[in-house]
């Protein structure tokens, strides 16, 4: 049976450092965290954050970088061209990239989280260090927020949500970038909101979700909302590298005191300063969480304890549950090697299957539910429909030969000059027309080739439908 001091450390089990008993949201001020790592960190999210706000303006041979158009079904990835008719392409590098994530995550835990999530990096680069800057720090916060409504209080907040506020519609407008693109933002820009409405409408729904995310949801989003926050407990296993503390050097803690005989038998002194410095207000002590994002504010916070203390650095720091317990390094075992070799499968076939690519697809249908029908001039035709997918960035005009059988002719419904626009889909029908004579089956197999500017595109296979039965032609 536990005792009592035991519960008291168990508390974190069944509770959530940013609930109170009743269920009501507790506010967390962090406190400013400074240090090593810190300044790494810092470092890192202004490159992530320089190439998130350039990527829209970004552009390769006149095409954007990157563009995820999910309204036009239409992505660009480096460049290269992405459609609807590509699914398995998509699909594939989709299922690589989270094989990739979860891969990393059990060799090095949640570091995705703490420093290259986009939430993170705005939260804790942008609008974390303006609320340092106008509100000061964790206790100064504290302060601010329990104080009467003065004009101290009415300016800082005004200030502060009205510049939170700007920093939301930046990050829309460049999250908007990526959706519709540069051109088609810079018109929006250049012609107002009233010639664009369901443009406007979705730039001020973003910035609303922004700024409702950073003000107020923060620490909540990797929480509860985040799908890769919740399976982390999945992933992990006593060989991952996460943020840990150092259980074995550490304990048994106890306040610093002055008299030797007194002082605590562990490293920590129980400062409570990598709680402190916490984002999502857990106490690393208590073990790998769900909660934690290895953001590694409390590493920087805890180094510079054992500084001023003297002792080694390094009793919260980047170790595996096995590290601490055994001293072992880190090391893969079998479940890494077999996500390793999955990946590289994944990646060998996605290659593959891009270099393969067709530049234009075709489809070749003939009309559902419609027979032969005769014509004016004696002749047999059937009705097709040819869809074109052309992924390339140039026109391409058209032409249908039929090669097989060779005694029939292509006679187009909408005229002989097909052209399919760059990056576009067309759609055009065109009747086969055989004499009775050349009729030998109800179901003639036919070849047609596809070609462009004399370059043969695709050859494609359907059947001609004929008045013939049994015995003879009807
Ligand atoms: S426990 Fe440490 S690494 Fe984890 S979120 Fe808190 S401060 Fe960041
Ligand atoms: S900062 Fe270090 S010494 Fe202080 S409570 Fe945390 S682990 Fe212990």
Redesign the pocket.
């Known amino acids: 049976m536990k005792n009592a001091h035991a519960l008291d450390q168990d508390h974190f089990r069944d509770e959530l450092s940013n609930v109170d008993k009743k269920g009501k949201r507790l506010w967390i001020y962090p406190k400013k965290p400074k240090g090593n790592y810190y300044n790494y960190r810092t470092w890192f999210a202004w490159f992530l954050m320089v190439l998130m706000f350039a990527g829209p303006f970004l552009k390769l041979n006149g095409r954007p970088l990157l563009l995820l158009n999910v309204l036009e079904r239409k992505f660009i990835i480096f460049g290269m061209v992405f459609w609807p008719q590509d699914l398995n392409l998509f699909a594939l590098l989709m299922l690589s990239f989270i094989l990739f994530i979860v891969l990393f995550t059990v060799l090095f835990g949640r570091v995705w989280c703490g420093w290259a999530c986009p939430q993170t990096i705005f939260m804790e680069m942008l609008f974390r260090k303006i609320e340092y800057f106008i509100d000061g720090d964790s206790g100064q916060q504290r302060k601010l927020a329990t104080q009467e409504w003065n004009t101290e209080k009415i300016a800082k907040r005004a200030v502060k949500h009205t510049l939170f506020w700007i920093l939301s519609f930046v990050i829309a407008n460049t999250f908007l970038g990526y959706v519709i693109g540069i051109d088609e933002l810079k018109l929006l820009v250049h012609d107002g909101p009233l010639a664009h409405v369901g443009k406007f409408a979705a730039l001020a729904i973003f910035t609303t979700v922004f700024y409702f995310v950073f003000s107020s949801l923060r620490e909540l989003v990797c929480i509860f909302i985040c799908p890769y926050g919740r399976l982390q407990g999945l992933m992990l296993d006593k060989n991952s590298m996460v943020v840990a ?1 150092d259980f074995v050097r ?1 304990e048994p ?1 106890g306040k610093l005191k002055k008299s030797e005989d007194l002082a605590p038998i562990g ?9 402190n410095v916490c984002p999502t207000g857990i106490d ?2 208590n073990g790998t969480q769900l909660e934690c994002i290895n953001c590694t504010a ?1 590493i920087d ?2 180094d510079e ?2 500084v001023k203390i003297e002792k080694p650095k390094g ?2 720091r980047f170790a595996s549950l096995n590290n601490i317990n055994e001293g072992t390094k880190l090391k893969l075992n079998l479940r890494n090697g077999a996500y390793g070799l999955v990946l590289l499968a994944l990646l060998s076939v996605f290659i593959y299957l891009l270099a393969t690519r067709k530049q234009v697809e075709t489809t070749l249908l003939r009309t559902p539910g419609m027979l032969f029908q005769k014509q004016a001039d004696g002749k047999i035709s059937n009705l097709y429909s040819i869809e074109f997918v052309n992924k390339t960035f140039e026109e391409l005009p058209i032409e249908l030969k039929l090669i097989e059988p060779v005694k029939g002719e292509i006679r187009m419904v909408e005229g002989n000059n097909v052209v399919v626009h760059k990056e576009s889909v067309a759609k055009v029908s065109f009747f086969l027309l055989f004499e009775p004579s050349a009729i030998e089956k109800i179901n003639t197999p036919i070849k047609i080739q596809v070609l462009s500017n004399g370059k043969l595109i695709e050859e494609m296979k359907s059947k001609f439908n004929g008045p013939v039965y049994k015995g003879g032609i009807k």
Do not use: E, F, H, T
């Open positions: 503390y550490g803690r490293d920590c002194i129980d400062c409570k300063l990598c709680v690393i002590r409390c916070a805890c304890v054992m009793l919260v």
